[in-house]
């Protein structure tokens, strides 16, 4: 019974996740887009976009170092488990506050504001809720469970199970033995890697980050004839 939530789910969402993508980029090509809403309303967007994705980007820079990294690396490099808790804490909490508050002004935004409403569709309301739940939970861990419950080492139990998966070999009482919040949290986010490919999520994969770092245009134009040298 461990094995359906914890292997079979995952593997299919990630196949999901793949094939969904590839049968988007075949298929589907012309709407592989943000589906930006700039142009229906503005003054929420400027407040919710930048508050979620400097929120949500900087919470994944914490996954990298809590779930990918294994423990024994960064106690190798001297952070010892109280000074990483204290790190996920404070950057988990800060990252995660302003990933809430921004998907929280999005969701609002997408479902009170007439236009914004009427210019999307169903899946434009369903992702925005699907991420709205995987941050609200991931923050009931760092914040919640943390605080409230008491700490919890997950980065030897649902850390574990995630590299796992990639190694084909993932434990599924490593998570069936987790608290019920770290559990929700992974289906959450497993539900959101499957719903991916067929959103408007598919665009941050061809985020045009190229332009921050792109030189500015020079323009060459030909005088006009009265103000060329004779
Ligand atoms: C299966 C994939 C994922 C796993 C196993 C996972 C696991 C975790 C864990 C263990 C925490 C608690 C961290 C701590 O207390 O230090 C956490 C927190 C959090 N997660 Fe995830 N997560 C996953 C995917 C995601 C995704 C896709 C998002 C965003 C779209 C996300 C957003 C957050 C946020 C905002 C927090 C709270 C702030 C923080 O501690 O970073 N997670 N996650």
Redo the contacts with the bound molecule.
């Keep these: 019974m461990k094995a359906l939530p914890w292997i079979a789910f995952?593997y299919a969402a990630l196949l999901v996740f793949v094939g969904g993508h590839v049968w988007r980029w075949r298929f589907d090509r012309l709407g592989w887009t943000s589906r930006s809403s700039q142009l229906l309303e503005q003054r929420w967007l400027r407040i919710g976009s930048p508050l979620f994705h400097v929120?949500?980007l900087?919470?994944?820079g914490?996954?990298v170092l809590?779930?990918l990294v294994p423990a024994r690396a960064t106690r190798a490099v001297g952070i010892d488990d109280s000074a990483y808790?204290v790190l996920?804490?404070a950057?988990?909490?800060f990252?995660?506050a302003m990933?809430?508050a921004g998907i929280v002004v999005l969701t609002l935004r997408r479902l009170l504001v007439r236009r914004v409403r009427r210019g999307g569709g169903v899946a434009d309301v369903v992702v925005d809720l699907a991420?709205l739940a995987?941050?609200g939970?991931?923050?009931g861990?760092?914040?919640g469970?943390?605080l409230l419950v008491g700490e919890?080492g997950?980065r030897e139990t649902?850390?574990v199970?995630?590299r796992q998966l990639f190694t084909l070999h993932p434990d599924a009482s490593l998570m069936s033995g987790a608290p019920w919040v770290?559990q929700a949290?992974?289906l959450a986010?497993?539900t959101?890697?499957a719903l991916w490919p067929f959103t408007r999520l598919v665009h941050v994969w061809t985020a045009p980050v190229g332009y921050l770092a792109r030189r500015a245009h020079i323009l060459y134009r030909e005088p006009p004839a009265s103000t060329s040298p004779s």
């Design positions: 995952p929120g949500v900087g919470a994944l914490g996954h809590g779930i808790h996920s804490l950057a988990g909490g990252f995660g990933a809430l991420l995987v941050v939970i991931g923050m861990e760092t914040l469970w943390n919890y997950y649902v850390s199970w995630f770290y949290h992974a986010s497993l959101l890697f």
